[in-house]
């Protein structure tokens, strides 16, 4: 949750249900998507229209995981 101003009353801030994350929409953004950010857009509304949540973001890419990323800091 990114803020804590929760009226029981506004149904905008009502979090969303416990679900499986969703794939990574990077991996199917073709070039311009990737160069402008257009495969962001869903997260980017979704902000703009509630506060969003930990459910409403997609897994990370494989080669974000933080074992990968914490095994290269190590080197």
Known sequence: MVSGNKSPNDPTKVPPKNREK??????????????????????????????????????PKENHHSDKLGDRLEK
């Open 22 to 59: 969703k794939s990574n929409n990077y991996i199917r953004a073709n070039l311009i998507s990737k160069t402008w950010f257009v495969w962001m857009m869903p997260t980017f509304w979704r902000g703009y229209k509630r506060d969003l949540y930990d459910a409403d973001l997609t897994r």
